[in-house]
């Protein structure tokens, strides 16, 4: 079954503890993106990764970070958590063109 | 560049009424053009997508959508809604020929089917 996971589901912490979500496929999609989602803005592509090692920003990249070691994982870091990050956060991935993106089932982070 | 607006962030219908989400959308290349469905506390599902083949696209669970490009518009319908139609819809847009498929989202449209 194709699926996309991510842990942990729920997450409260402090500001300035540094915390990583990650996110796993297992479809052997090239392509993987974190998004977050806030009430009223809809989704917004935080960093996207079109390869092992090859990553780039997306439209709210600050004070995040990510990797690509391997193709099927892509987590989020996130150094110095603040509380403008709280959010719902979705990791996403595709086979690339007009393919369908897969969502995870999202992570819900609040930052006190 | 690319952008999405969503016509309304609450819509309220009667269960069995027709059902009309507003998607109007911007990009300077032709466009491939989604909505996505998300139920409380879960993640988003693929309702339908239009990728330049035939303008009027049927989804899952009933829904359509027609892609018109003189109105730069893909509204998504349903004739009856359901009960079980109640959530958080949104539309999408990516700009068609690239690959890493960035998807710019809609603010969202909250449905509310009452009985």
């Known amino acids: 079954e194709a699926q996309v996971t991510q842990n942990p589901r729920y997450l409260i912490t402090v500001t300035g503890k540094k915390l990583t979500v990650t996110c796993s496929q297992n479809?052997?999609?090239?392509?993987m993106s974190w998004y977050r989602q806030d009430p009223g803005l809809g989704l917004r592509q935080i960093y996207y990764?079109?390869?092992?090692?090859?990553?780039d920003k997306g439209d709210v990249p600050e004070g995040y970070k990510v990797s690509r070691k391997e193709k099927r994982n892509f987590p989020l870091i996130l150094e110095s958590p603040s509380p403008n990050q709280t959010s719902l956060y979705f990791c996403?991935?595709?086979?690339?063109?007009?393919?369908?993106?897969?969502f995870g089932p999202g992570t819900r982070l609040t930052v006190l | 560049a690319q952008s999405v607006t969503q016509l309304g962030s609450h819509v309220s219908v009667s269960e069995g009424a027709l059902v009309l989400l507003r998607c109007n959308y911007s990009?300077?290349?032709?466009?491939?053009l989604f909505w996505y469905v998300q139920y409380p506390n879960q993640g988003l599902q693929l309702l339908l997508k239009?990728?330049?083949?035939?303008?009027l696209v049927k989804g899952i669970n009933g829904f359509e959508a027609e892609f018109k490009k003189s109105e730069t518009s893909f509204h998504l319908t349903k004739p009856s809604a359901h009960m079980s139609d109640a959530a958080e819809y949104f539309c999408?847009?990516?700009?068609?020929?690239?690959?890493?498929?960035?998807?710019?989202f809609g603010q969202g449209t909250i449905l509310t089917v009452h009985p």
């Open positions: 996403a991935t595709h086979g690339g063109g007009t393919d369908t993106q897969y």
């Open positions: 479809m052997n999609h090239e392509y």
């Open positions: 990764s079109m390869n092992v090692e090859v990553t």
């Open positions: 990009s300077s290349v032709p466009p491939y």
């Open positions: 239009y990728t330049s083949a035939a303008t």
């Open positions: 999408a847009v990516k700009a068609g020929g690239t690959s890493y498929g960035k998807l710019t």
